[in-house]
């Protein structure tokens, strides 16, 4: 009885403070109403919406962008009408989301309702746009599961999600075919590049974290390269905030290039290879500038991920690794041998095949996923029309029956 007590006063005061919250929120942030809200938390990001963005106000729409970081002058400016919030990070950031007032709201964060990160009673509809090519399994549990659409990347994206919700027994969410809009801004970079002259450059480029090339082998492997190629290492950005001592010792490196700019675009233009992991580099560098990829290959760990529901291997790596070719972790003292190799054997239709078949819209996806997103707004606002125009309907008829009474 007294724990039962305690636990109600507990979720009494709890639900109140939540109401106190809401209603702070309400007073405090009235010009958050709007009709298309794109929430992006990190400046990375910006290159995934920003052609999205533009396309949006090609065709008239005028969204609001809320980014949890300052935008400064040296960010690309928004188009004429688009407005921008900065707002808080972290729970006090997604406090002001989880009361947002909007017709659409458009992200790439997953886990929405799961954490942190909740659905707002005046948001009508919820869209996910990733990032980056990729499959649900090695993303946290319930990633996309609460949204109302998502705009994938992909036909493996797709089908990963749609057998996720027959294992979940989940209500079909919409699956549309967009694809990777910022791809479109990494092939005009790519387009304006001059041309590759002279002996083969590396480029070294991994993801961060304990599956990270770096963590596993350290830094001297790329001295060991450097005595055969000219290399361009460029360090993951998370690495400066999440492994700091590492990513010191990285730009420490001498006789290499190290490459700290906010896109990696300039470093991928004068790479003949790439060495990386898991790191999404992989497939920007091959789709886009149609040059051979080496990754080292280290188990992933899909415990606590998707991939633990879903079962099997990466169709992903299965499908690219004739040009993302994997080399085992035993190998990598004969790491030269084997850039030397990939470079020999790199054939560039393979990797125009496959992107054909795994990319939905390649170098348009921009404008794809604008009219997908205003055809969705569009449907909702017709949609809340209806609603209004029952209830309206509604209240005549119970007043005429008020009066005839």
Same mark, same amino acid.
């Given at each position: ?27 405090? *942030?009235? /010009? ?30 005028? #969204? ?23 707002? #808080? ?20 964060? #997953? ?11 005046? =948001? ?10 990729? !499959? ?28 996720? /919700?027959?294992?979940?027994?989940? #209500?079909?969410?919409?699956?549309? /075919? ?7 801004? $990494? ?26 090339? *770096? ?8 001295? /060991?390269? +450097? ?5 361009? =290492? ?22 290499? &290039? ?21 790191? +999404? ?5 091959? *789709? ?14 899909? +415990? ?5 529901? $879903?079962?099997?291997?990466? %169709? ?32 560039? !239709? ?18 794809? +996923?604008?009219?997908?997103?205003? %055809? ?24 005429? =029956?008020?009066? &005839?009474?």
């Amino acid at each position: 009885m007294v724990s039962a007590i305690i636990a109600s006063i507990y979720f009494a005061a709890r639900s109140l403070y939540y109401r106190l919250l809401d209603f702070v929120f309400r007073m405090r *942030f009235r /010009e958050r109403k709007c009709g298309i809200a794109i929430h992006c938390e990190d400046p990375r990001y910006e290159s995934t919406f920003l052609p999205v963005i533009n396309a949006l106000v090609e065709r008239g729409l005028e #969204p609001v962008v809320y980014t949890m970081y300052p935008r400064d002058d040296s960010f690309a400016p928004l188009p004429a009408g688009v407005t921008c919030r900065p707002i #808080p990070q972290g729970m006090l950031g997604y406090a002001f989301l989880n009361n947002l007032d909007a017709t659409l709201l458009l992200t790439t964060t #997953p886990q929405l309702d799961v954490m942190t990160f909740r659905r707002s009673r005046r =948001v009508r509809h919820y869209a996910h746009l990733p990032h980056s090519l990729g !499959e649900s399994r090695y993303v946290r549990p319930y990633a996309y599961d609460h949204f109302d659409s998502v705009l994938c990347c992909g036909d493996l994206l797709k089908k990963n999600i749609r057998l996720m /919700e027959s294992i979940r027994r989940s #209500p079909a969410k919409q699956l549309l /075919e967009t694809g990777i809009p910022h791809y479109e801004e $990494l092939l005009q970079q790519a387009s304006d590049a001059p041309p590759l002259v002279g002996e083969p450059v590396v480029l070294v480029a991994p993801s961060w974290g304990p599956l990270s090339m *770096f963590e596993a082998f350290g830094v001297d492997f790329v001295a /060991e390269i +450097a005595r055969h190629f000219p290399v361009v =290492v460029r360090p993951h950005p998370q690495m400066q905030t999440s492994q700091p001592q590492l990513y010191a010792k990285i730009l420490s490196l001498q006789g290499v &290039t190290v490459d700290t700019q906010r896109t990696p675009a300039t470093a991928m233009a004068m790479a003949s290879v790439l060495l990386s992991d898991i790191s +999404a580099i992989t497939h920007e560098f091959a *789709f886009i500038y149609e040059r051979p990829v080496l990754i080292i290959d280290r188990a992933m760990v899909s +415990a606590g991920l998707e991939g633990e529901v $879903l079962g099997g291997e990466s %169709e992903l790596q299965e499908a690219c690794k004739e040009f993302i070719v994997p080399v085992q972790p035993s190998e990598m003292p004969e790491i030269v041998s084997h850039l030397r190799r990939v470079l020999t054997d790199h054939r560039r !239709e393979r990797i125009v095949a496959a992107r054909d078949r795994l990319v939905y819209n390649f170098g348009r996806a921009s404008r794809v +996923a604008a009219e997908q997103i205003e %055809e969705i707004y569009r449907r909702e606002l017709d949609a809340e029309l209806a609603r209004r125009s029952s209830r309206f309907s509604w209240w005549r008829r119970s007043a005429a =029956v008020r009066g &005839t009474s």
